[in-house]
């Protein structure tokens, strides 16, 4: 995973969404302690300033140094460079000790993840029914964008998104499924009936240039300028160009729909 993001670690954190507040308040009131949150997958950090409000200790993980270097510096905040495959004694050592976190989340990352591993990683860390406080895992992701009153630029995008798809790796395919289907064995945490996905939405305000910007952040952009193809070529820029309106420096919103999965560990 961090290949695919090493060569647009500034674009990614220049122009991927923030998440709102309310995904946040919603998820510390199902969480019954707020000493230690951990961000998998922390990337530039898009998740931890917010969740760092709430708990009074967070630790974020990612696998590229190169996106953490472009992650918030905050006095509760602790990141840690890891290696793909960090082993669950080591998680121990560099996260916490077993129970002993409060909160797991994942921000727009989970389907990278070995998924029956992590959750192996995720029970050994989070608190259990046993100790008194239900340990909560979060994972989140935002599926495609779409600009307010503009739908002819949301008309050149799905042409873009459907000529992009050979570039996209297959765990893509969960976030276009908006983790519905995904195998998600933990319990519906209290005040719900069912693990989700709970659907939220954030916005963000982009001119032409720092929406094109975005696209150049996907990671199926660098797979396909790797293999020669430019998917943002002139033709297509001259189109996105005037579904804008003909100027570029015009901003609009741009809305992100936000789908979540969230649960409780099972008791043993």
Known sequence: MANLFLKQAKQYAATRPSYPPELFEFIASKTAGRDLAWDVGTGSGQA???????????????TSAQQLDYAPRLPNVRYVHTPPDLPLADIHATVAPPGFVDLVTVAQAFHWLDLPRFYEQVRSVLRAPRHGRDGVLAAWCYTEPCVEGAAAVDDAFWRLYAA?????????????????????PFDPVDGETHTGPFEFSTERRMDLDDYLTYITSWSAYQTAKEKGIELLDEATVRVFDEAWGGDRAEVKTVRYPIFIRIGKVRPE
């Open 164 to 184: 992009s798809q050979p570039y996209w790796a297959p765990n893509r395919r969960m976030v276009d499924d908006r983790y519905s289907s995904v195998d998600f």
């Open 48 to 62: 931890v300033a917010s969740l760092a409000k709430l708990y009074k200790n967070v630790v974020g993980t990612d």
